[in-house]
């Protein structure tokens, strides 16, 4: 079993920043991948970036990739997510995933879930 627990969600004003992380424990070796995802009541999860552990090889949706850097602390079970000029729809949860598979991750149907981060964007 591996436990995710995200951190740094807030509330900032349009055009800003934040930093999420994630705090992976348990069995983290077993992991091959770690993404972002996020979510808004009424609407699908949306992936938004994943990191595979290994390689370091990140993928973005397209509509974030110039704005969100995903990384992995090095020697540590930590991903983070850098959201740079957010928008009022950034605002959603934002869920940390991991997937010891990798065609899981590119697919988004990873295995554990952290419970989110409530991310607000003010316009």
């Known amino acids: 079993q591996v436990e995710l627990v995200e951190s740094g969600g807030g509330s900032v004003q349009a055009g800003g920043s934040l930093r999420l992380s994630c705090a992976a424990s348990g069995e983290f070796y077993r992991t091959v991948c770690m993404g972002w995802f996020r979510q808004v009541p009424g609407k699908e999860r949306e992936k938004v970036a994943t990191i595979y552990t290994g390689s370091r090889t990140t993928a973005y949706s397209d509509s974030m990739k110039d704005r969100f850097t995903i990384s992995q602390d090095n020697g540590k079970n930590t991903v983070s997510l850098q959201m740079n000029s957010l928008k009022p729809e950034d605002t959603a949860m934002y869920y940390c995933?991991?997937?010891?598979?990798?065609?899981?991750?590119?697919?988004?149907?990873?295995?554990?879930w952290g419970k989110g981060t409530l991310v607000t964007i003010s316009s």
């Open positions: 995933a991991a997937a010891s598979i990798g065609h899981r991750c590119a697919s988004g149907a990873m295995e554990y």
